[in-house]
C-alpha cells in the first residue's frame, strides 16, 4: 500500500486532475480519439497545480522535507505527467536528488492494470536500475534522510514493489516513503 494516495477512484468518476494521467494512458492504450486524448490532457493543464500542492502537502505532513533525501518518479510507457511532477519536486524542494533516471521498465508493461501481484522474480523481470548512476547520485548526498517513489496511480503495489526490491538490494536499510496520485 502507499504510504500517501490522494484520490481513490470510483467507477464512472467524471474527468478529474487526480483521474487524468490514468485515463490519458488508457485513451492513449485503447487508441480513443485525438480529441478524448487532448480533452484529457487539458484537464491535467488545469489542474495539476491544484493535484501538485496537495501532493506537496501530504509529503510535507509525512516527511521532515527539511532533510535530505532523494526521489523517483515511477518508470512510465506513457510519461504524460512525469515532467510536470519533475520539475515541481525539484522547484520546491532544492536539495532533493532526483533519482529517476536510474530506473526504467524491462518487460512490455503497455497494459494499463495488473490484475495480479508479481512474483519477486516478476518483479525483477519488470523493471532495472542502473546500479552505478544510482550509487553516484546517492554518494553525492550528504546522508539522505529517506527515498520518496512517486507514481501516478497505485492498483496492487506492483510498481512500488518492483523499485524497492531494487533499491534494497543496495541500500537495504533506508528509508522509503510511497505516493500516488489515485489509488484503483
Given at each position: 500500500m502507499a504510504n500517501i494516495i490522494l484520490h481513490k477512484y470510483k467507477l464512472n468518476e467524471k474527468d478529474s486532475g487526480f483521474n487524468a494521467p490514468h485515463k490519458y494512458r488508457i485513451a492513449v492504450h485503447s487508441s480513443q480519439p485525438d480529441d478524448y486524448i487532448n480533452h484529457i490532457a487539458n484537464i491535467w493543464r488545469n489542474k495539476k497545480d491544484d493535484v501538485l500542492r496537495l501532493l506537496l502537502q501530504k509529503v510535507k505532513q509525512t516527511t521532515n522535507h527539511q532533510s535530505k533525501f532523494a526521489f523517483a518518479i515511477a518508470p512510465s510507457d506513457t510519461p504524460f505527467f512525469c515532467p510536470d511532477l519533475r520539475t515541481f519536486f525539484l522547484r520546491e524542494f532544492p536539495n532533493a536528488i532526483d533519482i529517476t533516471e536510474c530506473f526504467s521498465k524491462t518487460a512490455n508493461t503497455s497494459n494499463t492494470t495488473t490484475n495480479t501481484i508479481l512474483t519477486e522474480a516478476?518483479?525483477?523481470?519488470?523493471?532495472?536500475?542502473?546500479?552505478?548512476?544510482?550509487?553516484?547520485?546517492?554518494?553525492?548526498?550528504?546522508?539522505?534522510?529517506?527515498?520518496?517513489?512517486?507514481?501516478?496511480?497505485?492498483?496492487?503495489?506492483?510498481?512500488?514493489?518492483?523499485?524497492?526490491?531494487?533499491?534494497?538490494?543496495?541500500?537495504?536499510?533506508?528509508?522509503?516513503?510511497?505516493?500516488?496520485?489515485?489509488?484503483?
Open positions: 516478476e518483479l525483477r523481470n519488470r523493471f532495472s536500475i542502473d546500479k552505478v548512476l544510482f550509487q553516484q547520485k546517492i554518494d553525492s548526498a550528504t546522508e539522505i534522510s529517506f527515498i520518496l517513489l512517486l507514481d501516478d496511480v497505485h492498483a496492487l503495489g506492483n510498481t512500488f514493489n518492483g523499485l524497492e526490491l531494487l533499491i534494497r538490494d543496495i541500500l537495504p536499510e533506508v528509508s522509503l516513503l510511497t505516493a500516488a496520485i489515485l489509488k484503483t
